[in-house]
């Protein structure tokens, strides 16, 4: 079974704060995505990245950016987080078959 | 337009009825259709993929619309652990997939 971990399941920070999410896969897959989630808006895709040290903007980066210096693991920067930023983060792996992608339990971000 | 609506809900269901959701995909160029569940408090997994020829997976039926860019999820004999929020998702070109916000549905006794 595929498995995508997340550091935290919940997670409090204050406005202006740099707040690094880790996701790791261990699955060897290339694709790697972020995502948040809010009500009524959905799945946004923030940034996503199909191999070590690419990375692509997705629909919403302002404010993120992202780091993936090992194929496994995928990281979310907030550079000065804003209350705005306030959300679910999902982090999701997708492999060749481009069939499944496989999703973390995701982080609860408050930011204060 | 969004690239990809759902009917938020919820759907308030007896247990044993028969369901169904529809969405709507505003590219035509996309390539491939899922339907994924999302439990409250826990991340989506996928539930099945849409073929052009309709697929069905036990109690779950999917068909596209490909002329009329639609999709549908067909719920029957409905449980109470069926009770999730449903998410209709488009792929493009390439990897990236567009999620629609999702249809509620509520099983109920």
């Known amino acids: 079974d595929v498995k995508v971990t997340q550091s935290s399941r919940y997670l409090v920070k204050r406005t202006g704060e740099k707040v690094f999410l880790e996701c790791v896969q261990d699955m060897d897959h290339e694709n790697m995505f972020w995502y948040r989630q809010d009500p009524g808006l959905g799945l946004r895709l923030i940034y996503f990245s199909y191999d070590v040290k690419m990375k692509e ?22 550079e000065s987080a804003s209350t705005n930023q306030t959300s679910m983060y999902l982090c999701a792996s997708l492999g060749l078959a481009r069939d499944t992608q496989y999703f973390g339990p995701g982080t609860r971000l408050t930011v204060l | 337009r ?5 009917d938020p809900g919820p759907f308030n269901v007896p247990e044993g009825a028969t369901v169904a959701f529809n969405c709507t995909y505003s590219n035509s160029a996309s390539q491939s259709f899922f339907w994924y569940r999302q439990d409250c408090r826990k991340e989506p997994k996928l539930l099945m993929s849409v073929y052009s020829s309709g ?16 999709i549908s999820l067909l719920i029957r004999d409905s449980k109470l652990s069926d009770s999730a929020t449903y998410l209709c998702v488009v792929r493009g070109g390439g990897n990236k997939l567009t999620f629609g916000t999702g249809t ?6």
Do not use: C, H, M
């Open chain 1, 57 to 78: 903007k997705g629909d919403i980066p302002e404010g993120y950016s992202v780091s993936r210096e090992k194929k496994e693991r995928f990281s979310l920067i907030l």
């Open chain 2, 2 to 6: 969004k690239e990809v609506e759902q």
């Open chain 2, 55 to 70: 697929n069905e997976d036990g109690r779950f039926t999917a068909q596209l619309n490909r002329a009329s860019q639609y």
């Open chain 2, 104 to 109: 509620q549905l509520k099983v109920e006794l």
